[in-house]
């Protein structure tokens, strides 16, 4: 499998400001991961996948302006919410998906509560 | 496109008895692969179980197995031996298995053990 680290797990933040969440794969290369955004009682809502040294694939209706994906590194994939606003106050999980096996690990997941 | 429907929003069970989890979904691959993700109060999603499409079996997990029907496109999950650690989300997912993949997943349901 795969270890995956999300941070912070929690944030607060003030309305227009930026904020960015780190996920690192600890113990696997990943060359995908997926950022997904959960409302309170729902499911998991796929926002992009992130690919190691391209652009992220965005789903259709989420600002790809707005919610910036960065995959620097097959270790690292970083999404920043940009000028947030109340309403992306939400759950976001990060996943890495470990190729061959078809598998989804996950993050802890960051509640971000925008003021 | 693929969907992925959970038709029991929440469920109860008293502890060390049985429950089925329902879950159905729409694809037209042949080819693809099938999971149970748990989230409990933590949030952390956690992979119960998963099954191949083109394995005839069902796939077993210690207290956990599938009733995999291809041909009715429904992937029930049986808990059995019920705990008071199973209280938790359980999602239904898909995957496809070649070209752009993404995992899809179902509504959930809340199950709840009871003492």
């Known amino acids: 499998g795969a270890v995956v680290s999300q941070h912070p797990s929690w944030v607060i933040c003030k309305s227009g400001t930026s904020v960015k969440i780190e996920c690192r794969s600890l113990?696997?290369?990943?060359?995908?991961m997926f950022w997904y955004r959960q409302f309170p009682k729902q499911s998991l809502m796929l926002m992009a996948t992130?690919?190691?040294?391209?652009?992220?694939?965005?789903e259709q209706g989420v600002e790809k302006d707005k919610f910036l994906i960065n995959h620097a590194s097959l270790t690292l994939s970083t999404l920043t919410v940009t000028s947030a606003h109340p309403e992306d106050s939400s759950f976001y999980i990060c996943?890495?998906?470990?190729?061959?096996?078809?598998?989804?690990?996950f993050g802890s997941g960051t509640q971000l509560s925008v003021l | 496109a693929q969907t992925v429907t959970q038709s029991q929003p929440e469920m109860s069970v008293q502890e060390a008895e049985t429950v089925t989890l329902s879950c159905t979904y729409d694809?037209?691959?042949?080819?693809?692969?099938l999971f149970w993700y748990k989230q409990p109060p933590s949030r952390q999603m956690i992979l119960v179980i998963r099954?191949?499409?083109?394995?005839?079996q069902n796939a077993t997990e210690n207290r956990f197995s599938v009733n995999f029907q291809k041909a009715a496109k429904s992937f029930s999950l049986k808990i059995s031996d019920s705990q008071l650690g199973d209280t938790a989300m359980y999602f239904c997912?898909?995957?496809?298995?070649?070209?752009?993949?993404?995992?899809?997943f179902g509504t959930g349901t809340r199950l709840k053990v009871l003492a």
């Open positions: 113990d696997f290369q990943a060359t995908t």
């Open positions: 099954q191949e499409a083109y394995k005839q």
């Open positions: 997912a898909f995957s496809t298995t070649s070209g752009t993949y993404k995992y899809i």
């Open positions: 694809t037209s691959e042949n080819n693809y692969y």
């Open positions: 992130s690919n190691e040294g391209s652009k992220a694939t965005y």
């Open positions: 996943s890495v998906d470990t190729g061959g096996d078809e598998k989804l690990f």
